[in-house]
């Protein structure tokens, strides 16, 4: 029977719930809204094999040599809806086209995020842009399986943690099989962020129907949460000063783990790690256009093999790896909890939400100087990115 002797450890990647047998481990949210597993014990039958499949526990050691490269997609339109350079929608179309199924990460209609499957271009287009949500594996693992067993190929895309979540519930390599991580800062709380929801569709007196977690209608660097209500109203707030955001980048709402994460490292498990080129400006500044610009980490043959396959769509150059993490240290260095922290969990029920996120993060510099945008410059840039 799985036990977290040390909670703060538990990534929640979903691992152990998917391999028990007996269906006897249910992922529970706890008071922060991050889910853990729990085990009912009338149902247990002691296997073990819960333990077996857990990443913490289990650590995989991979040597490899990651190359790095700057790309973004050729199509412009798609680039512009992607939140950086649009090499996922590449990676994930090229997997379409060989009859294949991706896995990734949406929104449901109550705007939880949900790892789910596609296997056409509509169903993809759900995954395209970042959530800044832990999402919910489900059942995932367990249907990633199924396809492959049945002999089609799968990309399976998520945070290094239920990437290597998979790999030990899968238990064998196939060949049939792609995964593609990304340089995580860390995975903030569901409850966070639904109250959130709650607070924007109170102020604004009406429903949300979709909302966007990075839109680039500002540039690139000067990204900002775009929220479309039902009666067709839309508002953008920039990061710099959007309430939810303010908690995630400044370390106040990721999950315990992410502050000791240990699936930070150079040599990943994953075949791919995608993120944005931050630094794009000192590596190839011919490059930085501020339409966005992604950094693609190949870590196996099998993943350069793919990045070859898609170079058709995709405008690609080789960059020195250690130079194009060096702008990237989420690659290998976790975050450090906000000293309020605790203070801003404990009151999460009791204050309004922007009182909450005013008294605990808003009142200071949380984003680094490089994409702390102005509303001058920012009316600019969107001006220079829809011509």
Partial sequence: ???????????????????????????????????????????????????????????????????????????EEIRKNSSSGGIFTALAEKILEQKGVVFGAK?????????????????????????????RINNTFKKAEEFLE????????????????????????????????????????????????QYIEKQNHDKIAKMQHRCKIYGWRHWSVKIKFQNVKNIHNLHSKDLYMQAFL???????SCYECVFKKKNRISDITLADFWGIENVLPDLDDDKGTSLVI????????????????ILVRPVDFEKAIHYNKNMVQSEKPDKNREKFFENLD??????????????????????????????????KFMK
């Fill in 1 to 75: 029977m799985i036990k977290i002797q040390e909670k703060a450890k538990c990534c929640g990647c979903y691992a152990c719930y998917n391999k028990c047998p007996t269906d006897a481990i249910e992922m529970l949210q706890d008071e922060k809204g991050f889910y853990y597993p729990k085990v009912n014990k009338e149902k247990c039958i002691d296997c073990g094999l819960c333990n077996q499949v857990c990443p913490i526990s289990n650590k995989i050691k991979i040597e490899n040599e990651p190359k790095a490269f700057a790309a973004y997609h050729k199509n």
């Fill in 107 to 135: 929104f449901d209609q109550n705007f939880n995020v949900i790892h789910d499957y596609a296997e056409n271009q509509q169903q993809l287009e759900q995954f395209r842009g970042s959530k800044y949500v832990q999402s």
């Fill in 150 to 197: 049945n002999g089609r190929k799968v990309l399976f895309t998520g945070t290094p943690c239920q990437i290597e979540g998979l790999k030990k519930y899968l238990k064998k390599e196939y060949e049939n099989l792609y995964t593609q991580d990304l340089i995580c800062h860390g995975v903030p709380s569901e409850k966070v962020h639904h109250q959130y929801l």
């Fill in 250 to 256: 400044k370390n106040t709402s990721l999950r315990d």
């Fill in 298 to 313: 190949v870590n196996s043959a099998k993943g350069l093999a793919l990045l070859e396959k898609i170079q058709d769509t």
């Fill in 350 to 383: 009791n204050m309004k939400f922007d009182e909450l996120i005013k008294k605990y993060t808003f009142h200071r510099n949380i984003v680094q100087k490089r994409i702390i945008p102005n509303e001058k410059s920012a009316e600019e840039n969107h001006k």
